[in-house]
């Protein structure tokens, strides 16, 4: 099996990053890199043998980028720590990792919700490339949605990474709030313009995708609540763009 450096980007996560540690327990290195936490995160991490490297926070890509840079591997498996592999998705990468054929692997990412796992709406499916060569892959995008991008073919995993990412939904808000105002820094320095139909169209044509056209519905109440959710925070980040666009 190639060797296999896991990074993990953290704050304030003693209360859950026990779990996606001790989740890749198989892999040659756990490098977690905090920026700033006040808990017991770093005490958490370092008792569970992870290798921790305490900085600051230039943003959640260059945050990532930072990590696969600092890591002893080339191969690279970048999780969160409200994250953790299935069982099936820890076999599949043992598996791929000793003879890889592609410089990267995408898996199924599945969420936790008020007390349920989402399988339908815009959380599902929800893939990406999380293992990959270094040398050959790196970690791109703006100031939100950051995603691995490798060159050449990449193969799917069977698994799935578990994902927890709200402890409550005042939490959930407080994200909500966050992403927008970092969507309205990255679509400013970019010069995207928002208009009125943005405001307008873009939130009930997501709330129709997650519930209809991706089968929230079958999600129970659950479904409804996030397709309302995730109108809201579309409207919310188009909303605060177009008005910073017309501050007086």
């Known amino acids: 099996m190639e060797p296999l450096s896991v990074t993990i980007i953290a704050c304030n996560e003693a209360d859950r990053i026990a779990r996606a540690i001790e989740s890749v327990s198989f892999a040659d290195e756990v490098l977690v890199l905090d920026s700033g936490s006040d808990d017991d995160t770093v005490g958490v ?46 076999t599949s990468i043992c598996a791929a990792l000793k003879n890889p054929s592609v410089n990267g692997f995408e898996m199924d990412r599945l969420g936790l919700w008020m007390g349920a796992w989402i399988r339908h709406g815009v959380w599902r499916p929800d893939r990406a490339i999380r293992l990959f060569n270094r040398r050959r892959g790196r970690w791109a995008g703006g100031t939100v949605h950051e995603k691995v991008r490798v060159d050449g073919p990449i193969h799917r995993l069977e698994g799935d ?88």
């Open 45 to 90: 991490a370092t008792a569970l043998g992870a290798r921790v490297i305490e900085t600051d926070w230039p943003g959640y890509r260059v945050q990532k980028e930072r990590a696969a840079e600092l890591a002893k591997n080339d191969w690279i498996l970048g999780i969160d720590a409200d994250e953790w592999l299935s069982p099936a998705l820890a």
């Open 161 to 248: 990474l578990m994902h927890d990412p709200y402890r409550d939904l005042s939490e959930q808000l407080q994200s909500m709030d966050r992403y927008a105002r970092l969507f309205v820094e990255g679509a400013k320095a970019s010069g995207r313009k928002a208009y009125i139909w943005d405001v307008v169209v873009r939130p009930p044509v997501h709330f129709l995708k997650a519930l209809v056209l991706r089968h929230g519905f079958l999600d129970g109440v659950r479904g409804w609540c996030l397709a309302g959710l995730g109108a809201a925070a579309v409207m919310l980040k188009w909303g605060m763009l177009y008005l910073d666009e017309r501050a007086p």
